[in-house]
């Protein structure tokens, strides 16, 4: 069981940077994956970034390779993302996701999400 909130969207123009936070809540951070997912106005969703809380490796999208950063704080039991040179393709509703790496199940939790807007 993991619960989900994500945090840090807005507005921002195209150069910008912004960091978007996911707090983690669970008795067993180890056991998970966390993603950020994003969907886009009339797009489908689409991964982002992941990382595996235990271990603290990363993953991303090509779109995003060399933009973004994802890591976690354990103390602070966050997960980030860092997005600089922003785009106005970037423009989203960006969503915190959980992964149980015990069940081999897939992304089952979710947070609200949270506006991303780039401009020109």
């Known amino acids: 069981q993991v619960q989900l909130v994500e945090s840090g969207g807005g507005l921002v123009q195209a150069g910008g940077s912004l960091k978007l936070s996911c707090a983690v809540s669970?008795?067993?951070?180890?056991?998970?994956?966390v993603g950020w997912f994003r969907q886009a106005p009339g797009k489908e969703r689409e991964f982002v970034a992941s990382?595996?809380?235990?271990?603290?490796?990363?993953y991303y999208a090509d779109s995003v390779k060399g933009r973004f950063t994802i890591s976690r704080d354990n103390t602070k039991k966050t997960v980030y993302l860092q997005m600089n040179s922003l785009i106005p393709e970037d423009t989203a509703v960006y969503f915190c996701?959980?992964?149980?790496?015990?069940?081999?199940?897939?992304?089952?939790?979710w947070g609200q999400g949270t506006r991303v807007t780039v401009s020109s």
């Open positions: 996701a959980a992964q149980s790496i015990r069940s081999g199940a897939g992304y089952d939790y």
């Open positions: 990382v595996y809380w235990a271990a603290s490796s990363a």
């Open positions: 669970t008795r067993t951070f180890g056991d998970y994956r």
